[in-house]
């Protein structure tokens, strides 16, 4: 069996199923919802993290890796926009 889903956050185990198709038991997984504001904070941390590695120096504030993360975006950035978005991962290059 593979243990490639197991230990991750956003993965939940539901058990064994029979497939016909393949003539065996498999591991059955959900994906479960990560919360906006989980997303927000891994994408802040990203962006920060390749802001610092494209400019070779340390933001002057979240706002400054915001502005920067969005402008590369279709839609325009705004600190409601952020705070408010339902996929906060979007931010995420």
Do not use: C
């Not at 059955?28 to 962006?47: C, G, M, S, T």
């Not at 933001?59 to 402008?71: G, L």
């Amino acid at each position: 069996m593979s243990n490639h889903f197991f230990g991750i956050k956003n993965v939940e185990y539901m058990g064994d199923t029979y497939f016909e198709e393949v003539g065996a038991e498999l591991p059955v997984f959900k994906l479960v919802d990560i919360p906006a504001e989980e997303w927000n904070v891994k994408a802040l941390k990203l962006n920060t993290k390749t802001f610092i590695e494209i400019f070779n120096r340390q933001p002057k504030d979240d706002e400054e890796v915001m502005r920067w993360a969005w402008s590369h975006a279709d839609v325009k950035y705004t600190p409601e926009k952020y705070k408010n978005h339902i996929a906060g991962n979007d931010a995420a290059l």
